[in-house]
């Protein structure tokens, strides 16, 4: 038995994620009074998609809570809803777009700041506000997977959404570009067009490549130890 029903757990990060957005959105930064203002950000964006997954997961711990035993048909056809909806966000959005954002921040980081986080907002957002954004991402994404099976949608389908995404946002930062004559991140001030044409190319595998790392995650920690216990089950021939 966990030490903490899965159930508390998903309200306890749901209830940090809206405490880090609150706090973020209450900064007052200069790049938060340009054009898109905080939605230009993946980080931000990234935020918003943790926070409504895992919102749907909580309203469908409640909504299972509420259905059990009730023998109702409707009620177990909507909840059977949401655990699809709930399935899908994880596959397509929470899990590559999370631990995309982890990875390439701590990664440019890393090698520069400067590219991607420069000193500056050390003024204006504290250490632990940081690493609510781009550090716990990812632990409370592998939690949410280790705890509840998902189901994946066929890979066609979810790698076609992960790529819309990716592009939808590649062209979202360009447009902002375009309208503003400013770039979303420093880096890409540093880069020829060529170089910038690689990167978004290469930022889109790797979302597509995330998604396959989730399908295979997912299918590690649940498949497989089912097919043990189904192998252990069969009788034995004489």
């Known amino acids: 038995m966990a030490l903490v ?3 508390v757990l998903r309200v306890a990060i749901l209830l ?12 007052e930064m ?3 009074q340009t054009y898109g203002g905080s939605w230009k950000f993946l980080t931000f964006i990234d935020l918003v998609i943790q926070a409504v997954f895992f919102g ?3 309203l469908t711990d409640l909504s299972s809570l509420l259905t059990r035993g009730s023998g109702n048909q409707e009620q177990e056809r909507q909840l059977r809803k949401l655990i699809s909806l709930r399935d899908w966000t994880l596959a397509v959005l929470a899990f590559p777009v ?3 954002v982890v990875a390439v921040f701590w990664t440019i980081y890393a090698y520069d700041r400067e590219m991607i986080y420069p000193r500056l907002l050390d003024n204006f957002i504290p250490g632990w506000l940081n690493h609510g954004m781009h550090t716990t991402v990812l632990p409370f994404i592998l939690i949410e997977m280790r705890t509840s099976h998902h189901q994946y949608p066929s890979r066609s389908s979810g790698l076609a959404a992960i790529c819309t995404f990716s592009v939808g946002y590649i062209l979202w930062v360009c447009w902002i570009h375009h309208v503003t004559g400013m770039w979303v991140y420093p ?7 060529g170089a910038r044409i690689i990167f978004f190319g290469s930022t889109t595998l790797l979302m597509n490549s995330l998604y396959l790392l989730g399908e295979a995650l997912n299918s590690y920690i649940w498949d497989a130890p089912r097919s043990l216990e189904e192998e252990k089950e069969k009788p034995k021939l004489e």
Do not use: D, M, R, T
């Not at 940090?16 to 900064?27: E, P, Q, R, T, V």
């Not at 880096?187 to 067009?193: A, D, M, R, Y």
């Open 5 to 7: 029903p899965c159930q």
């Open 16 to 27: 940090s994620y809206c405490s880090i957005l609150c706090n973020y959105k209450a900064i």
């Open 30 to 32: 200069p790049s938060h």
């Open 56 to 58: 749907i997961c909580v």
């Open 98 to 100: 999370g631990v995309f």
């Open 187 to 193: 880096f890409l001030e540093h880069i020829g067009s």
